[in-house]
C-alpha cells in the first residue's frame, strides 16, 4: 500500500481472493483492505500512539439517519461521556481534500454536534474546532492531543 503521511505502523493483513484482507481492532473483525481503508486504519492507529486518543472511546462506520437517509460516519470519537467529540472523514491518497469533503463532513456533524472534525486522504490531515456559540469554526495548525480536546 501507499506510503502515508504517518508514521509507520504494523497491521495483521492477509490476502483474500484477489485482494486482501485487514484487521480492524476497533470493529474487531476483518474489513477489505481499500486504499481509503489503508488511511483509515493508520490515522486510527496514529491518533491512538501518538495523540493518546483512548481507543474505547473510538468507533469505525457508525451509521446515522439525516433527513431519512442512512448514512456511515468513518469514525467517531467519543468524550468521556460518550457524546460526540471528533468525527473524521477519511478519502484515499489519490482523492484531493476539497469542499465536498468538508461539506459531507458537516451533513454529519448537524446530526452529531461533534465539536471538531478532522479530514485526511492519509497525505493532508485538516482539523478544525466548531464554536456553536458563535457559529463559526477555525482550523488548528494540528492535530491536537485527546486531553487537549476535552477541556
Known sequence: MQQLNLPVYQFNIKKKGNGFIIFDTLRRRWVTL???EWVR???????IEEKEFPKELMNNEIS????GI???CDTLVANREGDPLVII???ATNITLSQKTF??????NMVLRARFLIVSNGINHYCC???????SYAFLNEI?????LID
Open 103 to 108: 461539506d459531507q463532513i458537516v451533513r454529519y
Open 144 to 148: 491536537p492531543c485527546y486531553n487537549e
Open 41 to 47: 486504519q493508520n490515522f486510527v492507529r496514529y491518533l
Open 70 to 72: 442512512k448514512r456511515r
Open 89 to 91: 472523514e477519511y478519502k
Open 64 to 67: 446515522i439517519t439525516q433527513n
Open 34 to 36: 481499500t486504499p481509503e
Open 129 to 135: 474546532k466548531i464554536d456553536y456559540e458563535n457559529n
